[in-house]
């Protein structure tokens, strides 16, 4: 699942050995460059053998754990055929139960031994979800299946895609670097000597290749570039702790990196009077909760005057490619949640089709989602804007970093009140208590310049002064 | 032998060094080690009055007489035994194969016998066996063939093959200074090619069994390959140099031993490795250096290791059969450009 996610980091058991376990049950959290998830049992049984502690990360397709089923019914998926007969994705394991008795090759195991696979990431779980048919064997939906497949079953395209070459194996071991992200100009799109070397070296260069890819969140950011000579390592005194970086830690931190390094980054603030948004959202509120069963924030009508914007400035919607500027077609708005444990940035996939209401209701679920690790992988993948809302927690502004591989992202001030000079039909000059707030764009000067950025801004200060929306 | 020696010289010795051809420089090693030392000795079929079929050792006999240069009858075992029987007698016989491919009839006495005699007994034998390889001439399947990977797997023997003027004397000269049996193998197409005619030392020099040559640098594949093929592989490294591909080119030279250093150091810079040889693919001494490659540089490799040799037919006497059975220039640079668009 997500053809760059080779490997996860088991965060918390949450079963132990011997406890019983019902199938799509949460069994254990895991951590990957993706997202941080909770992966359901893939059937129902008794916890017999945990193979992983807490903090190992393993490779998509390790088995770590083995439930024994209830009884003989207990089926034995087709996957994984060079683990144990048993073995079964998570993914997989989902359909599992519903599956044919096992083939007969397999019954000659115990036949009850049901094992769960480390299949990074696994969406949540969906109990509601029609059994899919049993034969063949089933593939995650939204997966790009290399790098769940075990090598034995994988085409040579994929394996030239994904193994590529014991040379570049070897160099992307030494520098913490995830092939997937890499654009490969090789045969069946291998990444080459000649690609990771250039990666590597042109720092820039390599990012925008890696912007090609369909990259997420921070928490799911292109490469990791770690250059050998960072910065000198710091030997901490006596009495200081010593804590390990969780993986979405150092994802975000490459990530951020990574982004400063490859985009001319430009700021510009401007202040936008959203006293009629505010307004409007006031007289909406309650009838909007009672209607749609969720709250009405400011943020919708933010990401429709985005959208508007976009479609009028579309190269804010653009990603770098070399020495090509994509438009993306979709417009795909991430926003940026805050977590106890880090940040993730959730995509509003093809948000210009969405009412206030659709948008509210999709970016509440997501956020919500987050918060609770239950967000799937593509719903942090492919996003072409992001707005980020620091004003949540009071700032009036700040400067955000540009999650790669898009061009630019909008931070959104504390919305409050403020006195306000404004000048009334007559033309006399008054004082006003209007609600105001703060809008930051960072956008990429490579290819957005400054007059771009001036309209674009401009244009959202327009769509939100002017107040109207449909609701 | 003694009195050989004190023969009056009836022919003029040729120049040393200056500028030669391939077969020129062969010549003037063998002159110049049976000068240098009296038990070298050069035995074979019509290698004295005849001057040999390539005219090898053309005037040889005219100038250390027919004691130091013996014709034989058509027996190539005889050949091997003769001169096995003479380097275990403390001479230093050079013999000749007028086509290599009869070095088969000499066999059993080359890896039962000359191969372990010093394994076994604890005496060396000292001797040279040479004789024109290769195919390209229209000379058929019974006298076109490479015979490497015949002795590629018998420890005891050492196998030269050279691609120029210089490195033929140079190599010549160390074979039979050599303390154990050296297997010499001269590309009859070599022999009198224009284009390799070369200026080499007037000066006494060897070039040292074991140590092969960088023909060409380059840094994005790298050409392992000997003998004629040698031109071959730097004919396509030009062509594909116009195209970006920087192309290196390692002359073997010697193929028992191998210069594992020499490859691997080459592979390890270039991570993409093109093995081509003359003779055909399967079992062809193509397969060993892949393998020495996979085993020791393995993690070096960004691209799987490639062999090119000559199709698995015997070599066809039709010139545009043996054309599309050997490797050609074309072939070499379709190879490599799909090597390194891997």
Not at chain 1, 61 to 79: C, H, L, R
Not at chain 1, 202 to 211: E, L, M
Not at chain 2, 29 to 53: K, L, P, Q, T
Request: net charge negative.
């Amino acid at each position: 699942m997500g053809e760059s996610i080779a490997e996860g980091t088991i965060t918390r058991w949450l079963k132990k050995v011997g406890e019983h376990v019902e199938r799509d049950e949460p069994l254990f959290e895991i951590s990957t460059d993706k997202v941080d998830a909770e992966i359901p049992a893939p059937a129902a049984g008794t916890l017999t053998e945990v193979r992983f502690k807490e903090g190992d990360t393993v490779a998509v397709g390790t088995v770590v754990a083995i439930i024994d089923g209830d009884g003989a019914s207990a089926p034995a998926p087709q996957e994984t055929k060079q683990e144990a007969p048993a073995a079964a994705t998570v993914t997989e394991a989902k359909s599992a139960s519903t599956l044919a008795p096992p083939p007969p090759a397999q019954s000659q195991s115990d036949g009850s031994g049901q094992q769960a696979t480390a299949e990074a990431p696994p969406p949540a779980p969906q109990p509601t979800e029609p059994p899919p048919t049993p034969a063949p064997p089933t593939k995650p939906k939204e997966a790009q299946p290399t790098a769940a497949k075990p090598i034995a079953e994988q085409t040579v395209e994929e394996l030239r895609r994904t193994r590529s070459s014991p040379l570049v194996r070897k160099i992307a071991r030494e520098h913490g670097i995830d092939l997937a992200q890499i654009e490969g100009t090789g045969m069946s799109g291998r990444v080459t000597k000649n690609d990771i070397l250039s990666f590597i070296e042109s720092g820039g260069a390599a990012a925008q290749k890696a912007a090609l890819q369909p990259t997420p969140a921070p928490v799911a950011p292109p490469p990791s570039v770690s250059e050998p000579t960072h910065a000198p390592a710091v030997q901490p005194a006596e009495g200081d702790r010593v804590e390990q970086m969780s993986v979405m830690r150092k994802k975000i931190a490459e990530h951020m990196i990574l982004s400063k390094r490859t985009s001319a980054h430009v700021t510009t603030v401007y202040e936008i009077d959203m006293t009629r948004v505010a307004r409007l959202r006031e007289q909406h509120k309650r009838s909007f909760l009672e209607r749609h069963g969720t709250k009405l924030t400011f943020m919708p009508f933010i990401f429709q005057a985005v959208i508007s914007a976009i479609r009028r400035y579309p190269i804010f919607n653009a990603q770098v490619s070399g020495d090509q500027i994509i438009y993306k077609r979709d417009i795909n708005l991430g926003m940026a949640v805050a977590l106890d444990w880090g940040l993730i940035v959730p995509v509003i996939k093809r948000a210009d089709e969405l009412s206030i209401a659709g948008l509210a209701k999709v970016a509440n679920d997501l956020a919500e989602r987050a918060r609770t690790k239950q967000l799937k992988p593509d719903e942090v993948q492919g996003g072409t804007f992001t707005i980020t809302n620091p004003g949540v927690f009071g700032g009036l502004f700040g400067t955000p970093i540009i999650n790669q591989p898009q061009v630019a992202i909008l931070g959104v001030g504390v919305i409050e009140k403020r006195p306000k000079v404004m000048t009334n039909e007559e033309g006399d000059d008054y004082i006003a208590i209007r609600t105001m707030s703060y809008f930051a764009l960072s956008f990429d000067h490579r290819i957005i310049d400054g007059a771009d950025a001036e309209r674009f801004l401009g244009h959202i200060k327009q769509v939100l002064e002017a107040g109207q929306f449909t609701i | 032998m003694a009195t050989a020696l004190k023969k009056e010289h009836k022919a003029e010795r040729p120049a040393r060094g200056g500028v030669v051809t391939f077969v020129e420089a062969i010549r003037q090693g063998i002159w110049e080690e049976m000068e240098r030392d009296e038990r070298v000795f050069v035995i074979g079929e019509d290698v004295g009055v005849y001057g040999g079929a390539f005219k090898v050792t053309d005037g040889l006999i005219d100038y250390f007489g027919p004691e130091r240069v013996i014709d034989t009858p058509i027996s190539e075992a005889a050949i091997v035994g003769a001169a096995c029987g003479a380097a275990l007698m403390g001479m230093r016989p050079v013999a000749e194969f007028q086509f290599i491919d009869f070095i088969s009839c000499g066999f059993d006495m080359l890896t039962n016998f000359a191969a372990k005699c010093r394994y076994r007994w604890g005496a060396g034998i000292p001797a040279v066996f040479r004789g024109p390889c290769g195919a390209g001439v229209h000379a058929g399947p019974f006298h076109s063939q490479n015979v490497e990977s015949f002795f590629m797997n018998t420890p005891g023997l050492k196998m030269v093959e050279p691609s120029n003027p210089y490195d033929a004397k140079g190599l010549i000269k160390a074979a039979i200074r050599d303390p154990d049996p050296v297997l010499f193998f001269e590309h009859k197409k070599l022999y009198r090619l224009p284009r390799l005619r070369q200026e080499i030392p007037e000066e006494d020099y060897i070039v040292e069994i074991g140590r092969a040559r960088v023909a060409r640098e380059g840094h994005d594949l790298s050409i392992i390959t000997f003998g004629a093929q040698v031109l071959t592989a730097l004919d396509a490294a030009e062509e594909l140099e116009r195209e970006g591909l920087d192309i290196e080119v390692i002359d073997l030279r010697t193929l028992l031993p191998l210069d594992k250093e020499t490859i691997l150091a080459s592979v390890r810079k270039t991570n993409r490795a093109l093995i081509l040889h003359e003779a055909p693919r399967t079992g062809g001494i193509g397969g060993e250096i892949a393998g020495l490659i996979a085993e020791e540089a393995f993690e070096w490799l960004d691209a799987p290791v490639v062999r090119l040799g000559a199709i698995d037919t015997p070599v066809p006497y039709s010139p545009p059969l043996e054309e599309y059975h050997l490797p050609q220039v074309k072939d070499v640079v379709d190879a490599a450009r799909r090597l390194a668009a891997y």
